[in-house]
C-alpha cells in the first residue's frame, strides 16, 4: 500500500495502520523475482527486479508511507536489499522503517529502511487543434524539464518503434508543451504520439 503519512516521520505508530492516511492498495497478489536479479558486493548495490504497481498512485503531498505485507515466501532468510539503519543521517527525522517478524503482522518495531528506487510515468494529457494551415499539439502533466518526443505516422497500427520521430524537446516549467506542424496538402493523413524516452 501506499499513503499519505499520517503521523509525523518522529512519531509513527507501531501499529502499521495507524500510520496511513488515505491508503491505496497498488500491489495485489503473487511476485515472482527470478533468480540473480539482484547483485552483491557493490555499495550501494545497483537496483533489482522493478515491481510495477495494479493500480495508479496519485501523490498527496507530504511524507508518503509504503507499506509492504506478504503471507509467505521461498527465499532465504538473508538480507538481500540495502538498506538504512538507525545509525544513518537522517534516521527517524527524514525517513523510518518498522518492521515484523510474522507474516501479515499488523505492529512492527523499529528495523532498518530499505532502500527503494521509485519510478514513475506521469500521465500526460494532449490536445490537437487547427489553426489555418498548422496543426498545434498542446500538452499537460509532464515533469517540468523532462524530456519527451513527439512521432508521427501515416499507419495508426505501425509499433512505436517504427514511428518517425519529428521533435524532441522538454517539458516547460509547469509540465506543458506545444508544438506547431504545418499542414502539407499533398500528405497522407498523419497521426501523432507523445512519449516519453
Known sequence: MLAQAA????????VFLANLLNPVLVKDGALSVGANNFSAGGNPNPFGTLVVLDTPYVYQGGDLVMQFTHNGSDSTNTAFLDAANSSSPGYGTSFRALSANAFAATS????????VE????????????????QMII??????????YRILTST?????????T???TNQFGVSGGFSYTNVIQPNMPAQYFRVILP
Open 7 to 14: 503521523n509525523p516521520i518522529s512519531s509513527m505508530s507501531t
Open 108 to 115: 512492527g518495531t523499529a528495523a532498518s529502511v530499505t532502500i
Open 118 to 133: 521509485i519510478v514513475f510515468a506521469p500521465t500526460i494529457t494532449q490536445a490537437i487543434t487547427r489553426a489555418g494551415d
Open 138 to 147: 498542446n500538452g499537460a502533466g509532464g515533469l517540468a524539464g523532462a524530456t
Open 155 to 163: 499507419n495508426v497500427a505501425l509499433p512505436a518503434v517504427q514511428w
Open 165 to 167: 520521430p519529428i521533435v
